[in-house]
Structures are given as structure tokens and as C-alpha cells.
């Protein structure tokens, strides 16, 4: 009898570690790949690059920078690799040059407590568990496609913000053929989030791990634009 409950408590159990082996994978995957991208608001480009590197104890760092004429920004990430995706432990953002900023949120893996450093001052707020960040809910979104059998129409995120917990949620809109800059045609899904007069558009390349090859952010009438480079 022991035994036959210890192997129904493993099969119940084996799904959550198979999708911890497959998130890794994927990640190991990504940190082989550096991406490059343009962006694009108002009439002004910038170089963008996007890249994961491991870190030691299961823990990964996602980095982007983005470099044009007057500013320079750079996003940094660290997360965990947990059986539901990654957690968020830390997240940075430095804006240099024109319009100067910057401010840490670091999240203790235990307590879920989100401590914001921002100007010399430190505050603190109360999150949740399987928080994501600005960069880290998009890779979420990407190791939720790649790892699931059967791959939801929706997905919603708790994202740890400078101000509190924010629920950023996706919906599927219609798999699309995009020409790349470069010439290439590629399949991708479009995922779509709206709140208010504020729309982020996604598209991932469905037979390249969903590896983003567009975002688009739009703002009432302010629209910024993110294009991969190439996909090889």
C-alpha cells in the first residue's frame, strides 16, 4: 500500500518536475542565442540587445540594453527557475544621458517582501509568489508556449513593479507570417495585452521556441516599436 501511494504522490509530482527540466532547457537554449534588435519611437532608432546567462544556483540573468545618440538604458534581470517558470529576484533599470534615471527591486524568495531603492530612498511593499518583471513575464509567456502540451489562449502575470504588484494579462490573437528586415518570412503568434489606452503586441516565432521577433507598445497616440534583426 506504501508503495503504491509513493508512486501515485511521483506521478502526480512528475509533470511539475518534467516542466522544470524543459524551462531549463529552454533557458540553456536562449543563453546560446543573444538577439539583436532596432527599435523604433518617433522617427529615432536605437540599437537593442537582448541576451540570458546562467548564474550559479539555478538562477538566471536577463540583460537588454538599448544605445542611441543621447540615451543609453539598460534592464537587468535575475530570476529563478522554479517548476512554474521563473521568479523574479531582482530587477534594475538605468536610463543615461537625456532624461537620467534609475531604481532596484530586490524580492526576497521566502517572505515575497519587494524592497525598491529609487533616488537614495528605500521603500518596501508586501508581493505575492511567482513574480515576474518588465523583461522576465514575456520569457514567461515564451516557457509557458514551449513547455505545455496543450498551450493556453490566455496567460496572466503578477509583475513586481516600482509601485506594487501589477497583473499584466495576454491573450491570443491569430498566428501571422511577418517579413523580417532582412527579407525572411517566419510564422509567429500574436499575443495581445490592453489596459486602458495602453496596448503591448507580442510576436513570437511558434517554430523558433517562440523567440520574440516584434513588440510593439502603444500609448494613446505614442507608439514604440522593438524588430528583431534576424532570427539566424
Excluded at 544605445?67 to 529563478?80: C, D, P, W
Excluded at 508581493?127 to 516557457?143: E, P
Excluded at 489596459?195 to 507580442?202: C, E, F, I, P
Aim: charged share 25%.
Amino acid at each position: 500500500m506504501k508503495y503504491i501511494l509513493s508512486l501515485i504522490l511521483g506521478c502526480i509530482a512528475l509533470p511539475s518536475y518534467a516542466d522544470a527540466v524543459c524551462y531549463e532547457t529552454y533557458l540553456s537554449k536562449a543563453a546560446l542565442a543573444p538577439l539583436s534588435y532596432i527599435a523604433r519611437y518617433e522617427g529615432l532608432s536605437a540599437e537593442v540587445t537582448r541576451e540570458v546567462n546562467r548564474l550559479e544556483k539555478g538562477q538566471w540573468k536577463l540583460d537588454q540594453q538599448l544605445k542611441m545618440m543621447l540615451v543609453g538604458i539598460t534592464e537587468t534581470s535575475v530570476v529563478r527557475n522554479t517548476n512554474k517558470g521563473v521568479e523574479t529576484l531582482a530587477y534594475s533599470f538605468n536610463q543615461s544621458g537625456l532624461g537620467a534615471r534609475e531604481y532596484t527591486i530586490n524580492v526576497d524568495p521566502n517572505t515575497y517582501l519587494a524592497q525598491v531603492y529609487r533616488k537614495g530612498q528605500a521603500s518596501t511593499y508586501q508581493g505575492v509568489s511567482d513574480m515576474v518583471d518588465t523583461q522576465s513575464h514575456i520569457l514567461q509567456l515564451q516557457l509557458q508556449l514551449s513547455c505545455s502540451a496543450s498551450p493556453a489562449n490566455q496567460y496572466s502575470f503578477n509583475l513586481v513593479k516600482r509601485g506594487g504588484v501589477r497583473e499584466y494579462t495576454y491573450n491570443f490573437v491569430s498566428n501571422q507570417t511577418l517579413k523580417l528586415d532582412d527579407g525572411q518570412e517566419l510564422e509567429a503568434q500574436l499575443w495581445e495585452r490592453t489596459k486602458d489606452d495602453t496596448v503591448d503586441r507580442l510576436w513570437l516565432a511558434s517554430k523558433q521556441d517562440y523567440r520574440l521577433v516584434r513588440f510593439q507598445h502603444r500609448e494613446g497616440d505614442k507608439v514604440s516599436e522593438l524588430r528583431i534583426r534576424s532570427t539566424i
